[in-house]
């Protein structure tokens, strides 16, 4: 028999073993594998979570527009503030303004700008009351900023009606539904924050992980929201889409020069607004996300390793009760590298199955997910033979010390062993 054969017959042989062991020995046997297949479970659902937002996120900034850039009254920061101008400065900040907008799209560099005001007001039309929906202020330019969507049926506010403040409003099809049911709820009018609001038209788009997802939300103009539901300009964020003759960098030159002139900033003096551009939001979201699957492999590893240690017990406690069998195999011939072999095959089989469990299991979440939330989640092909591979790797790290033991038992005495 050559050498490849016996090892094939030793791994049949290993498998059959570790499952007649499973079957004897159910209970050590479950808690082996089930810290295992938690361990694998924690990885598959973090990836397939992960892999669904990223694909999001990068939908999102896709549709934005790839050279759309912000500005606002605030920077991204993630130091601590403790409401002193010495660690907020940027609480002294002036307020963006409607006039800025103005400012900015009519620079020769920038394509478009246009304001965006959020906040959130009750929402009732007859008996039907929503709490906390999302109410978005926008200049009447937003679905070219807002990234993607139409409005069937209806239209949108015009150019005069988001000037003026008119109380019009394009619902979203989840407030539409909540609302309304199935009856039509163009020109109805709903009460938003105390205020009645005429609907013009429903806006259809595909919820993503930034957007929040299927909830409920009005678009209304700008002025509107300061005007009616008294939102604070404070909110205010202004989007900036370059021209297509000009690069980003120029255009962000160019609203830096704009902005410092509006505010009177001498030329030593600081920017005292923010200019966020999407690789800034990007940096932040690896930062938030690295730091959270970091988080998660930390306890998957935990998992691993509560599984690694009953893969050691049940190793060891299977090499004492094979001992006299181990002697018979060396007696008539049976080598180290084949008992060794064995063993870790056997260990290799428990860690396995942990692993198959916890990918099946992992999967069937990712797809609950998918179909329950704005992640579309997927397990990606690198997650499963990753899962398997570090299955694989610890049932032979674990399991090397009880199949070293049963190795290099002595044969006469192991013969003797009752």
Known sequence: ??????????????????????????????????????????????????????????????????????????????????????????????????????????????????????????????????????????????QQIDGGGDIFPGRNFTTAEANAGDRVVVINDELATELFGESDPLDKTIDVGGVPFHVIGIYHYQASFLSGGNRPRGIIPIESARKNLKASWADIGIAVIPATSVTRAQAIDDVIASMRARHGLRPAADNDFAIITQDQLFEVYNKIFGAFFLVMFVLSAVGLIVGGVGVVAIMMISVTERTREIGVRKALGATRGTILWQFLVEAVTLTGIGAIIGLVFGA???????????????????????????SCVTGVLFGMLPAAKAAKLDPVTALRYE
């Open 1 to 142: 028999m050559s050498v490849i054969q016996q090892r094939i017959h030793g791994l049949r042989e290993g498998v059959t073993i570790a499952l007649d062991s499973i079957r004897a020995n159910k209970v050590r046997a479950g808690l082996t594998i089930l810290g295992i297949a938690v361990g694998v479970f924690v990885v598959v659902v973090i990836s397939a979570a992960i892999h669904g937002i990223n694909q999001s996120v990068a939908k999102d900034f896709e549709s934005t527009g790839p050279t759309t850039f912000f500005v606002s009254r605030y920077p991204i920061s993630f130091e601590a503030c403790d409401g002193t101008d010495d660690t907020c400065k940027w609480l002294r900040n002036p307020k963006l303004s409607l006039a800025d907008v103005t400012a900015l799209e009519q620079l020769p560099s920038i394509r478009t700008a246009g304001g965006r005001l959020d906040t959130s007001r009750p929402v009732a039309y007859r008996d039907k009351r929503l709490s906390g929906v999302q109410i978005s202020g926008f200049t009447g330019n937003w």
């Open 364 to 390: 069937l979440v990712a797809f609950a997910i998918k179909e329950m939330t704005p992640v579309a989640a997927s397990v990606p092909p690198m997650a499963v033979v990753a899962a398997l591979l570090t």
